[in-house]
């Protein structure tokens, strides 16, 4: 099902207010907040539920006994998953670096460490460098803000990336 651009940004706001309601309710541990990169209108569907479900199993691993509650959504306008940890948040961004970097599909996953003033930890705080576009080895701000790849080039590239990974775990 295709999403309206109203519909995604909608889905942005209700996910900063859950993600401030979290930190509201935990002052004193660390959210993690999981998406899945999917460009287009497209945001649920067959691939981005491999992708979230590969992502969660994963954050499940490397967190494993750090994770005090998990809350999933599964919306048409993406997945979505709340982490709560008592992990510092430099080590809960190091964790998810590492996952977004070393993971088959990590590329795919959209892993942010929310502050308590709602903005996400930049990876440049735990001395990461910029995400890697999913086709090319600029920075993925650079082509997305230029539009350098097309959506059937990026399409193309993500089923293969999941094929690949089907491929491994069957």
Do not use: W
């Not at 809350?71 to 709560?84: C, I, M, N, Q, S």
């Amino acid at each position: 099902m295709q999403i309206t651009l109203e519909q995604l940004l909608g889905s942005r706001d209700a996910r900063h207010a859950r993600q401030m309601s979290l930190l509201e309710q935990h002052p004193d541990k660390t959210l993690v907040c999981l998406t899945v990169v999917m460009p287009g209108s497209v945001k649920r569907n067959e691939q981005s539920l491999t992708v979230a479900h590969a992502a969660v199993s994963e954050m499940r691993r490397v967190f494993e006994g750090e994770i005090e509650s998990l809350e999933e959504r599964d919306l048409e306008t993406g997945y979505e998953a709340y982490f709560v940890t008592s992990l510092s948040e430099t080590e809960a961004k190091t964790r998810c670096c590492d996952i977004e970097d070393k993971h088959p599909l990590g590329r795919l996953f959209d892993i942010d460490v929310i502050q308590h003033d709602g903005a996400p930890l930049g990876r440049a705080a735990v001395g990461r460098a910029p995400r890697k576009c999913l086709i090319c080895d600029n920075e993925a701000r650079y082509c997305m803000r230029n539009r350098t790849h097309t959506q059937e080039e990026l399409h193309q590239h993500i089923n293969r990336l999941i094929d690949n990974y089907n491929d491994m775990n069957t």
